[in-house]
């Protein structure tokens, strides 16, 4: 171990030693936990990150619960949906779980040897529910309430499917019609309904209900929840509710900025109605950043690219929580989270026990979110499909593979391009094009390259499409 990662570790350790009677007090708490993940939405939004009225929607609730609690301004994400909502469900880089991109026609999604964030609360004696888009598998054996979750409403893929029945020629015979599903813990999902045009429109508002009575109904059970709600709000196609169609005045991207204001706002009311509010820890996050396609367009604000690259624009997203008398109110912070960070981090909230017999690459933040100054986290690497596209460490970022679009081609690097974040946001001026002065940076990032490709050597990456029953190699 080099002096700097054992400096950082003691500073680490002695932060958590500081904080171990907070953190453990906490844990025995058992706290309520709501966790809302909106679908595609970049940095460059909400009011509270540059956005609002700027873009024809003011998000007064979700810019108020930016103050009742911690803003991130670097919350990290992968590139793809279900990268992301792998990395979040099991603490793990997709890389490590065959989970690395969006597939089509494909056995996909986790295998059941994976432990979810539902799987261990459920152990630690939480009601668990699911209300939105799962995206890490469509299959028996791979449906949220086979991996943890006691109840689920939602869809098993993505929201652009809701077009399907919709284009010319469509064809039932080769193609799918896509379905809204339900399920509870070990049963076969049930099909709803079509989702279709109209149910796209709709089912934001059937997911905040579905949620808000699952909530009610644990309160009532006396049975500490994770209310996991992932809305299909703004993917493709970006259509409103309804309610909020026309309402802002500029269009549908903007009408649905209200209506995701307006939803969040149903759950803060609904805590609040159960008298929960103090007991209960609020995450508001998005998967990925914003869509590029033409038409349906999101923001990235002061960053540069849309999701499916790896540039900052992909990466960072919005991120509010909240936790009253818990997580210091109104503080902001520019220190590194990722969403691997979100399990071991509630794990230790729940008082639940990580998995011991696999990579872990998640670290608990619990100590940072309660008032530490530093995160527990320096970087990370950048994967898009299975290849590392760059690696981001403290203010700098390295890329390997160039791509500033969905829809271009990644371009190998003979010579990595390096920027600093701080000076260069919209990652536009390779240092090395101009001068040598961060060539320090180098062995420091490659260090860091090194150590993860050895934890890849030392577990190998559960590949992509792998069938049930898996153990890996040697168990």
């Known amino acids: ?54 873009r024809g929607a003011e998000t007064p609730r979700l810019d108020r619960l930016a103050g009742e609690g911690l803003r991130l301004t670097n919350f990290n994400v992968e590139p793809q949906c279900t990268p992301s909502r792998s990395a979040l469900m099991t603490g793990r880089h997709p890389i490590r779980s065959g989970t690395t991109r969006v597939v089509w026609g494909m056995l996909y999604g986790m295998v059941q040897w994976e432990t979810t964030i539902a799987e261990l609360l459920s152990s630690a004696g939480y009601a668990t529910g699911m209300f939105g888009k799962w995206h890490l598998g469509d299959t028996p054996g791979r449906f949220p309430t086979d991996q943890g979750f006691d109840v689920w409403y939602g869809i098993p893929n993505t929201t652009d499917e809701a077009l399907y029945t919709s284009h010319p020629q469509f064809d039932a015979s080769v193609s799918v019609i896509p379905e809204i599903m339900e399920s509870s813990r070990g049963q076969t999902p049930q099909l709803v309904g079509e989702y279709d045009i109209p149910a796209r429109r709709r089912i934001d508002g059937d997911l905040t209900a579905r949620a808000i009575g699952f909530m009610r109904a644990s309160v009532e059970n006396d049975t500490p929840f994770l209310a996991y709600v992932p809305f299909t709000q703004a993917h493709v196609p970006t259509l409103p509710h309804p309610d909020f169609d026309g309402a802002s005045g500029y269009g549908n991207y903007a ?58 624009g992909s990466l960072r997203v919005p991120f509010l929580m909240r936790w009253p008398g818990r997580v210091p109110a109104g503080r902001v912070s520019n ?141």
């Not at 400096?7 to 025995?28: E, K, P």
């Open 335 to 475: 220190e590194i989270v990722h969403m691997v960070d979100l399990l071991p981090t509630l794990a230790n909230v729940a008082g639940a026990d990580l998995p011991t017999d696999r990579v872990i690459d998640g670290v608990d933040q619990l100590d940072f979110f309660l008032g530490a100054d530093a995160s527990n986290r320096e970087g990370f690497p950048v994967y898009n499909g299975d290849e590392m596209f760059a690696y981001k460490w403290r203010d700098w970022k390295i890329h390997f593979i160039e791509l500033a679009s969905m829809f271009g081609t990644p371009q190998p690097l003979n010579f990595p391009k390096l920027h600093n974040l701080i000076s260069d946001p919209k990652e536009n001026f390779p240092i090395f094009n101009t001068d040598q002065t961060a060539a320090w940076v180098l062995p420091a990032i490659f260090e860091e390259i090194a150590t993860f490709r050895r934890s890849l050597a030392q577990e190998p990456p559960i590949p992509l499409g792998t069938p049930d029953p898996y153990l890996p190699a040697g168990r």
């Open 1 to 54: 171990m080099s002096t700097r990662h054992l400096t950082r570790t003691i500073l680490v350790a002695a932060s958590a030693m500081l904080c171990v009677g907070t953190t453990d007090a906490v844990a025995q708490d058992r706290p309520n936990i709501v966790l809302m993940m909106v679908d595609n939405y970049g940095y460059g939004e909400l009011g509270v990150y540059g956005g609002g009225a700027l």
């Open 255 to 312: 009408d649905v900025s209200m209506e995701i204001d307006h939803r969040a706002g149903q759950i803060l009311d609904a805590i609040d109605e159960l008298g929960i509010r103090d007991n209960t820890l609020v995450i508001w996050t998005a998967d990925n950043g914003p869509e590029e396609l033409q038409g349906w367009q999101g923001t990235a604000g002061y960053w540069r690219g849309h999701y499916f690259t790896a540039l900052e």
